[in-house]
């Protein structure tokens, strides 16, 4: 009798490298959906800080009287795109504009994308209460409108 040379695998390998493959997948899924969430969440602390950082440099310019106000006006914006639109300085003798942002980032965890990223955040004006915050007639700061809570277990809208 010779001796037959095999060459492939038999029907048991490959059932179990399919298996092994399968569960080594499976386990690796949720691992990718923290990346993305902790990506996202990255993503909300720089948009947030942008946005925060454009409201503040709008208080000190109009504090300083560089922005034209209203008797009783805060010294925050009116909108949120008036940080991207720009203001007018009224101590520029030619009338250049002040800009606080380049665009207004948008929040990642608003579900649509064909919303203007102005839109996707939850504004609070000044007069409105730290523990319920409401939109008004400026805009003292924002936050997310994602009902979710964040992998260090506060909601997003309390970032």
């Known amino acids: 009798m010779t001796a ?3 060459h492939g695998f038999t029907l048991v390998e490959m059932v179990i490298t399919v298996a092994i493959v399968g569960l080594l997948a499976t386990s690796a899924f949720p691992l990718a959906e923290l990346g993305v969430r902790r990506a996202k969440e990255q993503d909300l602390r720089l ?9 503040d440099a709008y208080k000190e310019a109009s504090d300083a009287g560089r ?3 209203e008797l009783g006006d805060s010294g925050y914006p009116p909108t949120l795109n008036a940080l991207a639109v720009g203001v007018v300085d009224v101590k520029s003798p030619e009338g250049d504009k002040i800009y606080f942002l380049r665009r207004i980032p948008r929040d ?10 102005a839109e996707t955040w939850a504004l609070r004006a000044y007069a ?9 007639e400026d805009v003292f700061d924002i936050h997310s409108t994602s009902p979710r809570e964040g992998l260090n277990g506060v909601p997003y809208r309390r970032w």
């Open 67 to 69: 922005i034209e106000m």
């Open 47 to 55: 948009a947030l800080r942008s946005i925060r950082d454009g409201l």
């Open 4 to 6: 037959r040379n095999s």
């Open 128 to 136: 409105s209460d730290p523990q319920d915050p409401q939109p008004g």
């Open 108 to 117: 990642p965890f608003y579900p649509d994308k064909s919303v203007l990223a």
